[in-house]
């Protein structure tokens, strides 16, 4: 199981955080933590349900991980493990996840695979999402996985769909002329892309697309 104690800080002030793995007693916080991370438009049915979280502790409870700061829940970030063939990119988030449910985790897979990340908006200026994603990097290493994988979505990607097409906008983001809300977080983090994806979600921002995003393990 995975817990890891130290400070961030806020501004100069410096503030306990936990990393830890989840369990049943979070699920209405990070049920709400989904609600403020995702507000109306977005579908309330979309958000994690108790069974969808119930799956995460119980069949791969390794990447059910949430941080706290000062002892609030702050955020959790969600995986599974996969057997992946990099010659055969294409994938859906909804085949690739069980639609978030996981049922399809592979114990014996070669790769941890990104089903969500989320931070409540008042703590998103402390850096906890680059933090969980380190600690994902943590188990990847400790179960001498070969990869850590998934699909960034583009949302800056609308506003250049009509001049750009998914892989030079991608480039462009590598290159620093484009800053993409999530593409350059993940690059901050330390994934690489490896390839777009069609039909990665109906997202209107990313126009459908997602890139591929990996770490490989450095001990592999």
């Known amino acids: 199981?995975?817990?890891?104690?130290?400070?961030?800080?806020?501004?100069?002030?410096?503030?306990?955080?936990?990393?830890?793995?989840?369990?049943?007693?979070?699920?209405?916080?990070?049920?709400?933590i989904q609600s403020e991370c995702f507000p109306p438009p977005f579908p309330s049915e979309l958000w994690w349900n108790k069974e969808q979280l119930t799956n995460h502790v119980y069949m791969f409870p390794e990447g059910a991980l949430c941080v706290e700061v000062a002892g609030e829940l702050a955020g959790s970030i969600t995986g599974l493990t996969i057997d992946f063939d990099p010659s055969d990119k294409n994938h859906s988030?909804?085949?690739?996840?069980?639609?978030?449910?996981?049922?399809?985790?592979?114990?014996?897979?070669n790769t941890l695979y990104i089903v969500d990340i989320s931070v409540r908006p008042k703590y998103r200026k402390l850096g906890l999402g680059k933090l969980m994603?380190?600690?994902?990097?943590?188990?990847?290493?400790?179960?001498?996985?070969?990869?850590?994988?998934?699909?960034?979505?583009?949302?800056?990607?609308?506003?250049?769909?009509?001049?750009?097409?998914?892989?030079?906008?991608?480039?462009?983001?590598?290159?620093?002329?484009?800053?993409?809300?999530?593409?350059?977080?993940?690059?901050?983090?330390?994934?690489?892309?490896?390839?777009?994806?069609?039909?990665?979600?109906?997202?209107?921002?990313?126009?459908?697309?997602?890139?591929?995003?990996e770490w490989k393990n450095p001990f592999r």
């Not at 793995?21 to 699920?27: H, K, L, Q």
């Not at 009509?162 to 993409?180: C, F, H, N, R, S």
Request: net charge negative.
């Open 1 to 32: 199981m995975y817990r890891s104690e130290f400070y961030v800080y806020d501004q100069e002030r410096p503030v306990p955080v936990i990393i830890r793995n989840y369990s049943n007693v979070d699920f209405d916080d990070l049920i709400k």
């Open 93 to 109: 988030w909804e085949e690739i996840t069980d639609h978030g449910y996981i049922r399809n985790n592979n114990p014996n897979g």
């Open 133 to 213: 994603m380190q600690s994902m990097y943590h188990v990847v290493i400790e179960k001498e996985l070969y990869r850590l994988l998934g699909g960034g979505r583009m949302p800056g990607y609308h506003k250049k769909a009509d001049i750009m097409t998914p892989g030079q906008y991608l480039d462009a983001t590598i290159k620093g002329e484009v800053q993409d809300p999530v593409i350059t977080f993940l690059l901050h983090c330390g994934r690489v892309p490896i390839g777009i994806i069609e039909n990665y979600l109906e997202d209107d921002e990313s126009c459908n697309y997602a890139a591929l995003m």
